[in-house]
């Protein structure tokens, strides 16, 4: 499969800490974003990597790519319980065109 | 600003009947137009996407099939749902061209049953 994994599979951090999520896959990318995704909504777009681009930030979120070994993470810095949620690695391959794949995702809880 | 409308947002429906999905963007043009279905706990599966009116890819088959009637109108059709297709299904938007990040919908939550 082409698609993008997540490990771990679910994550439960008190308020304040950090959490971090990876993020592999298999094939050549052209970029690898990921979402986030509140309990029965549709999914928001956090960060966009690009293939030559090694890391990133938008606020308190951390975004790192290494493509020697196919693996993103996603750092999530003092956390609240606002960031209750599920994250989504998603990877636009390069043979794939436009189209995005997603992995199954990381549920995070964030305890007050 | 863009805004994409998915409806309806919860749908009870009984084995053998037919299905009918919407989903509109406003303020873009030309938008690349995707249908995703996510099981329970899981992630994201690409039914299809659009980039152009009447220019529909599938990416699996299936009991589905997707319409771009308009160049901001996306339907997911059905003609007799089976137990299968239950699922939370995303309608999503990009600027068409590669490495777009993609806006969802909200969602409708279908229950065959």
């Known amino acids: 499969s082409q698609q993008g994994e997540e490990d771990p599979q679910a994550l439960s951090i008190q308020e304040g800490e950090n959490a971090t999520m990876n993020c592999s896959y298999k094939t050549s990318i052209n970029n690898l974003q990921w979402y986030r995704q509140n309990s029965g909504r549709g999914l928001v777009h956090l960060i966009l990597?690009?293939?030559?681009?090694r890391e990133k930030h938008s606020g308190r979120l951390r975004v790192t790519l290494d493509t020697s070994k196919k693996s993103s993470s996603l750092l999530i810095t003092a956390s609240r319980a606002a960031d209750t949620a599920s994250y989504f690695c998603a990877t636009d391959f390069k043979a794939a065109g436009n189209k995005l794949t997603f992995g199954g995702g990381t549920r995070v809880l964030v305890k007050p | 600003s863009q805004t994409i409308h998915q409806w309806p947002a919860t749908l009870v429906q009984p084995v053998g009947s037919p299905l009918s999905l919407e989903c509109t963007v406003e303020?873009?043009?030309?938008?690349?137009l995707y249908w995703y279905r996510q099981a329970a706990g899981r992630g994201l599966q690409l039914l299809f996407y659009s980039v152009g009116i009447g220019q529909i890819s599938s990416e699996v088959p299936q009991n589905l099939s997707a319409s771009r009637p308009q160049d901001r109108q996306f339907i997911l059709s059905s003609k007799k749902l089976l137990l299968s297709d239950s699922g939370f299904y995303l309608c999503?938007?990009?600027?068409?061209?590669?490495?777009?990040?993609?806006?969802f919908g909200n969602g409708t939550r279908l229950t065959v049953t």
């Open positions: 303020g873009t043009s030309n938008p690349n």
């Open positions: 990597i690009r293939s030559n681009e």
């Open positions: 999503a938007w990009s600027v068409s061209g590669l490495s777009s990040p993609l806006h």
